[in-house]
C-alpha cells in the first residue's frame, strides 16, 4: 500500500461548479500538507500548503486536513477551465524534511 | 530570472546509450532534486542534493547517477539506458526556512524515449 492514496481520474465537471480533489495517508506523523498543480507538459508548481490539522483558505481554494481521517482536501469553488489540470498532494513529516511524499496527482477537466 | 532550466527537453535514446540531463536554478536553492514522473505513480525521488558536492539516494536510484560540483548545477546520468527509464524527468530545487514547508520550485521537464 502506498503511503499517499490519490484516484488519478480524471474528474470531469462544468465551468462554475465546486470541485473536491482528495488524498488519504497511512503515516500518522505527516505534519506539512501541500497542494502542487501541474499544467499539461510544464512542471509542478505549489498552489497551497496547510500545517497540521484544519482549513486554509486562498481565493477561489480552501485546503483541509483531517489528521484523525488521515484524509486531505482541496476545494475549488467557481471552477473555470484555467483550473484545468493535474493537482498533486504532498506530504512531510517536519519543516526540515526536504522530502516530500507526493500522491499521483488527480487529472481535473473544467468543461466550458 | 530564468528559475530551474532543464537541458534538453526531449530525447530520444537506444537501449544501452548513456546520457547526461542537465539542470540549473538561479534561486541560490541549497537543495536540488531529481524526479521521475510516470502515469499513475505521480513523482519518484531518484537522488537529491542538500548541498555543493553531496548527493543522496532517493526512492529509485538504480541505473542513475548524479553530480553536484557547483551549487547550481545538478547532472543526472544514465549509464546504460533501459525501456523501463522511459520516463519525464524533472528537476526541482528548493531552500530551508523557518516556520513554513519546503516549497519545491520545478523545471519544465525533460521527456526521455528509450527504444
Known amino acids: 500500500q502506498k503511503e499517499v492514496e490519490q484516484d488519478p481520474g480524471p474528474l470531469s465537471v462544468p465551468e462554475g461548479a465546486i470541485v473536491s480533489l482528495n488524498c488519504t495517508y497511512s503515516?500518522?506523523?505527516?505534519?506539512?500538507f501541500m497542494w502542487y498543480r501541474q499544467y499539461s507538459r510544464k512542471g509542478p508548481e505549489l498552489l497551497m500548503y496547510t500545517y497540521s490539522s484544519g482549513n486554509k483558505e486562498d481565493g477561489r481554494f480552501t485546503a483541509q486536513v483531517d489528521k484523525s481521517s488521515k484524509y486531505i482536501s482541496l476545494f475549488i469553488r467557481d471552477s473555470q477551465p484555467s483550473d484545468s489540470a493535474t493537482y498533486l498532494c504532498a506530504m512531510s513529516v517536519t519543516v526540515s524534511n526536504y522530502q516530500l511524499i507526493w500522491g499521483a496527482g488527480t487529472k481535473l477537466i473544467i468543461k466550458p | 530570472n530564468a528559475g530551474v532550466t532543464q537541458t534538453p527537453k526531449f530525447r530520444v535514446l537506444k537501449t544501452g546509450q548513456s546520457m547526461t540531463l542537465l539542470c540549473a536554478q538561479d534561486?541560490?536553492?541549497?537543495?536540488m532534486y531529481w524526479y521521475r514522473q510516470d502515469p499513475g505513480m505521480g513523482l519518484r525521488l531518484i537522488h537529491y542534493?542538500?548541498?555543493?558536492?553531496?548527493?543522496a539516494k532517493g526512492e529509485v536510484p538504480d541505473g542513475y547517477n548524479v553530480s553536484r560540483l557547483k551549487k547550481q548545477n545538478f547532472l543526472l546520468g544514465l549509464e546504460s539506458a533501459a525501456p523501463s527509464q522511459t520516463s519525464v524527468y524533472f528537476c526541482?530545487?528548493?531552500?530551508?526556512?523557518?516556520?513554513?514547508?519546503?516549497?519545491?520550485?520545478f523545471g519544465p521537464g525533460t521527456r526521455l524515449t528509450v527504444l
Open positions: 542534493s542538500v548541498g555543493e558536492g553531496t548527493t
Open positions: 503515516n500518522s506523523a505527516f505534519q506539512y
Open positions: 534561486m541560490n536553492h541549497e537543495y
Open positions: 526541482a530545487s528548493s531552500y530551508s526556512k523557518r516556520g513554513g514547508p519546503i516549497e519545491q520550485f
